[in-house]
Nanobody
Framework: QVQLVESGGGLVQAGGSLRLSCAAS????????MGWFRQAPGKEREFVAA????????LYADSVKGRFTISRDNAKNTVYLQMNSQKPEDTAVYYC?????????????????WGQGTQVTVSS
C-alpha cells in the first residue's frame, strides 16, 4: 500500500505561483510513475502532469504546458508540482497519484493510489 498526502494548496492571485508537494508513505514510489490530476467544481477529473520513475520523462496537459513543472525526489519519496503564471481556470482540487507502471501516462485508470487532494484557488 502507498499513502499519498498532498500539501501546498491555497489561495493565489492570477499570475502568481504555488508549489504543491505529495509525500508518500508505506512503500517507496521510486519504481512508479507519478501524476497530478485536478478536478474543478462541476467538472470531471483531468490530467495535469506526470513523471517517470527516474524523472527522465514528463507529460503535461496542453493547458499547463510551459507554466507547470513536475518533479520528484525519490530519496524523500516526494513529488512536486510547481505552478507558475496561474490562471483562474487553474482553480481546482489537485490530486497526486501513484502509477502502476514506471512510465508516465495520461489515463487516470493507470494510477493505483490517490491522495485526498489539496484545494488551489486562483483569484482574478
Amino acid at each position: 500500500q502507498v499513502q499519498l498526502v498532498e500539501s501546498g494548496g491555497g489561495l493565489v492571485q492570477a499570475g502568481g505561483s504555488l508549489r504543491l508537494s505529495c509525500a508518500a508513505s508505506g512503500r517507496t514510489i521510486g519504481t512508479r510513475a507519478m501524476g497530478w490530476f485536478r478536478q474543478a467544481p462541476g467538472k470531471e477529473r483531468e490530467f495535469v502532469a506526470a513523471i517517470s520513475r527516474s524523472s527522465g520523462s514528463t507529460l503535461y496537459a496542453d493547458s499547463v504546458k510551459g507554466r507547470f513543472t513536475i518533479s520528484r525526489d525519490n530519496a524523500k519519496n516526494t513529488v512536486y508540482l510547481q505552478m507558475n503564471s496561474q490562471k483562474p481556470e487553474d482553480t481546482a482540487v489537485y490530486y497526486c497519484a501513484a502509477g502502476g507502471a514506471y512510465i508516465p501516462r495520461y489515463e487516470a485508470y493507470t494510477y493505483d493510489y490517490w491522495g485526498q487532494g489539496t484545494q488551489v484557488t486562483v483569484s482574478s
